[in-house]
C-alpha cells in the first residue's frame, strides 16, 4: 500500500525568507509520479509541481522546487522567497503510473499550514 | 472556462436525506474521480471512474453510490446522509497520460 506523510502540521516563515515543507512517501511501485498542491482559505486545489520517479533532475516551477530524494524516499518542496499569498495549507500528494494500481488515484498526505509572517 | 464545474457549492442536510452532488468536465477526460476533505486528513478518495461506463471504489466508499451518466459528468450519490458525512467533497478529472488533475472548486456539505 501506498502512503505519504507529512510531519509538519503548521509552519511560519518570515516573508521574504525560503521554507522548506517535508514529505516523505511509501510505495513498493517504482513508477510513481509526486505532487504539491497549494489550497488557499478559498478553498480550491491549486497544483503546484510534480517530480516523475524516473525524472533525474529536481523540479522546479518558478519559486517552487522540489528536493527529491529517492534512496530517502522524500520529497520535500521548497518555497523561495516567501510572499504573503503563500500562507495557505500544502498537501504533498503521490500517483502511481505503472502496472496494475496505475488508476490514476493520489494519495494525499495530511498537509501542512504554512503561515508567512510580514 | 474550461474546466471541473460542481454543484451545489454548499448544502446542508438533515440526518437521514439523500442528495446527489454533480461533477462536470468540459477537458474530454477520461477519469473522474470524488475524494472528501476532512480537517488534519488531507483528501480521500471515495470513488473514482477510469472511463467511461465503469466504476471502482476507493479508500472512503461506505454510505455513497456514483454514476458516470457519460464522459463528461460523474454524480456522488448520499442515499441516507449521515453526521460523519459532513464534509468537504472534491470532483477531479485526468488527461490521458498525464497525471495533472483538474478540481473543482468543492462542495462543502454538513449534516445535521
Sequence with gaps: AQKITQTQPGMFVQEKEAVTLDCTYDTSDQSYGLFWYKQPSSGEMIFLIYQGSYDEQNATEGRYSLNFQKARKSANLVISASQLGDSAMYFCAMVITHGSSNTGKLIFGQGTTLQVKP | ?112
Aim: charged share 15%; net charge positive; proline share 4%.
Design chain 2, 1 to 112: 472556462n474550461a474546466g471541473v464545474t460542481q454543484t451545489p457549492k454548499f448544502q446542508v442536510l438533515k440526518t437521514g436525506q439523500s442528495m446527489t452532488l454533480q461533477c462536470a468536465q468540459d477537458m474530454n477526460h477520461n477519469s473522474m474521480y470524488w475524494y472528501r476533505q476532512d480537517p488534519g486528513m488531507g483528501l480521500r478518495l471515495i470513488y473514482y471512474s477510469a472511463s467511461e461506463g465503469t466504476t471502482d471504489k476507493g479508500e472512503v466508499p461506505n454510505g455513497y453510490n456514483v454514476s458516470r451518466l457519460n464522459k463528461r459528468e460523474f454524480s456522488l450519490r448520499l442515499e441516507s446522509a449521515a453526521p460523519s458525512q459532513t464534509s468537504v467533497y472534491f470532483c477531479a478529472s485526468i488527461e490521458q497520460g498525464w497525471y495533472g488533475y483538474t478540481f473543482g472548486s468543492g462542495t462543502r456539505l454538513t449534516v445535521v
